[in-house]
T-cell receptor, first 112, second 111 residues
Framework: DVKVTQSSRYLVKRTGEKVFLECVQD?????MFWYRQDPGLGLRLIYF???????EKGDIPEGYSVSREKKERFSLILESASTNQTSMYLC???????????FGQGTRLTVV | GESVGLHLPTLSVQEGDNSIINCAYS??????FIWYKQESGKGPQFIID?????DKRQGQRVTVLLNKTVKHLSLQIAATQPGDSAVYFC??????????FGAGTTVTVRA
């Protein structure tokens, strides 16, 4: 059974904190993605990676960075959390860019 | 930037009827399209996909239609069931590989 696991379902952080969201996949997929989901806006791509140590900016990378030191793990970093980063964060992975992406269950982050 | 969009944010369907969910995409060079279903509290789940060299693909109770001339994608669900109530997203993979999603359509099935 394929699996994408996000480390937390819910997180509450303070403004200015450095926040790490972790994602692990067990399918040996090449590609991994980070999205944020907000009501009425759908899923917006923050960053993606197609290989270890490789990263590409998505549509809304400002205020975020990522790390992919191992193939199975893709981390999203909020260098200094702000209240406008309160959102649902979704991680996904895919074998190729023309194959379905599998999603984790999401992390609901609240920045206070 | 370009984005994939859905025509209607909500759709109410009588149980047993067929549902049609529409999507307009903007990148004519996109090669791959996917429909996802998201239930409350869960991540999106794959329903069906289609490559740009096809215009129709059928799955179990679902059919995806692709009209490249007008850049339109649709998802048809046959004999809609209560378990089909969810948010449906279309997604496209353009040449820059940024898998892009629309805003979603919330489908509510009436008993």
């Amino acid at each position: 059974d394929v699996k994408v696991t996000q480390s937390s379902r819910y997180l509450v952080k303070r403004t200015g904190e450095k926040v790490f969201l972790e994602c692990v996949q067990d399918m040996d997929h090449e590609n991994m993605f980070w999205y944020r989901q907000d009501p009425g806006l759908g899923l917006r791509l923050i960053y993606f990676s197609y290989d270890v140590k490789m990263k590409e900016k998505g549509d809304i990378p400002e205020g975020y960075s990522v790390s992919r030191e191992k193939k199975e793990r893709f981390s999203l970093i909020l260098e200094s959390a702000s209240t406008n980063q309160t959102s649902m964060y979704l991680c996904a992975s895919s074998h190729t860019f023309v194959a379905e992406a599998f999603f984790g269950q999401g992390t609901r982050l609240t920045v206070v | 930037g370009e984005s994939v969009g859905l025509h209607l944010p909500t759709l109410s369907v009588q149980e047993g009827d067929n549902s049609i969910i529409n999507c307009a995409y903007s990148n004519s060079a996109s090669d791959y399209f996917i429909w996802y279903k998201q239930e409350s509290g869960k991540g999106p789940q794959f329903i069906i996909d289609i490559r740009s060299n096809m215009d129709k693909r059928q799955g179990q109770r679902v059919t995806v239609l692709l009209n490249k001339t007008v850049k339109h994608l649709s998802l048809q669900i046959a004999a809609t069931q209560p378990g089909d109530s969810a948010v449906y997203f279309c997604a496209e993979t353009p040449p820059d590989y940024k898998l892009s999603f629309g805003a979603g359509t919330t489908v509510t099935v009436r008993a």
